[in-house]
């Protein structure tokens, strides 16, 4: 469960929540990760469902990316199963969150991955585009941040990427989508299941 301090907590860039540190398992199909968390970031008690959801439906590997976006990474599931799966690739690990980069190359190293490249957001060369975006992204950072976030990194998608999000029914993943198709971002839906609705993103033409 995630309490109130660590939902308060984990988009901020230095979290005052005393550390904590646990250790929680990520199994999937074809790969097992253990990872270690802390408190004041998301999902320290075990892996957020949405995530894993994301891991097991989203999009098989595409044989010749080169970049790969994990955005808001937290301390890792996705950039190292990203990793794992595209080995050729480099996957830009993106998070604000100070404590959970620590963690998420913690985590990397542990994992013997080295095609991770962990970064806040501004950490990221400019000239970096990226073939694939994957997040279960910040929903309660706020409307406004969130579509900020958004419109920031979908707009550094490479021609013929895509961006795959995870975002619970109930928390406005509809609405949201809406909102993507309205500021050109074409927007489909790839799953529905356990209350959260897959998205896949594609470049298109941004609204103003």
Same mark, same amino acid.
């Given at each position: ?5 660590? +939902?308060?907590?984990?988009?901020? &860039?230095?979290?005052? $929540?005393?550390?904590?540190? +646990? ?8 790969? $097992?990760? +253990? ?5 004041? !970031?998301?999902?320290?008690?075990? !892996? ?5 959801? *994301?891991?097991?439906?989203?999009? =098989? ?24 799966? %595209?080995?050729? &690739? $480099? ?5 604000? %969150?100070? /404590? &959970?980069?620590?963690?998420? /190359?913690?985590? &990397?190293?542990?994992?013997?991955? %080295?095609?991770?490249?962990? #970064? ?8 970096? $585009? ?24 979908? +707009? ?16 406005? #993943?509809? #609405? ?13 839906? /790839?799953? #529905?299941?356990?209350?959260?609705? *897959? ?8 609204? =103003?």
């Amino acid at each position: 469960m995630t309490t109130a301090d660590d +939902s308060q907590q984990y988009f901020e &860039a230095a979290p005052t $929540t005393p550390s904590d540190r +646990s250790t929680i398992d990520l199994i999937l199909p074809d790969l $097992t990760l +253990s990872l270690t968390t802390d408190a004041g !970031v998301f999902g320290r008690h075990k !892996v957020d469902p949405g995530t894993k959801l *994301l891991l097991l439906d989203g999009p =098989p590997s595409t044989a010749g990316d080169r970049h790969l976006l994990d955005l808001g990474a937290g301390y890792g599931p996705i950039a190292l199963t990203l990793a794992t799966r %595209n080995p050729e &690739a $480099t996957i830009w690990a993106v998070e604000v %969150n100070a /404590r &959970a980069r620590e963690l998420c /190359r913690h985590n &990397a190293a542990a994992a013997g991955l %080295n095609n991770i490249e962990v #970064s806040d957001p501004d950490g990221v060369p400019d000239h970096v $585009t990226f073939d694939r975006i994957w997040s279960n992204p910040p929903i309660r950072v706020g409307k406004p941040a969130l579509q900020g976030l958004l419109v920031r990194w979908l +707009s550094r998608l490479s021609p013929g990427g895509s961006a795959h999000l995870v975002v619970q029914r109930h928390l406005g #993943s509809d #609405s949201l989508q809406r909102w993507l198709v309205a500021g050109g971002f074409p927007t489909t839906r /790839r799953a #529905s299941k356990a209350g959260y609705r *897959l998205l896949d993103v594609v470049p298109g033409d941004p609204a =103003p």
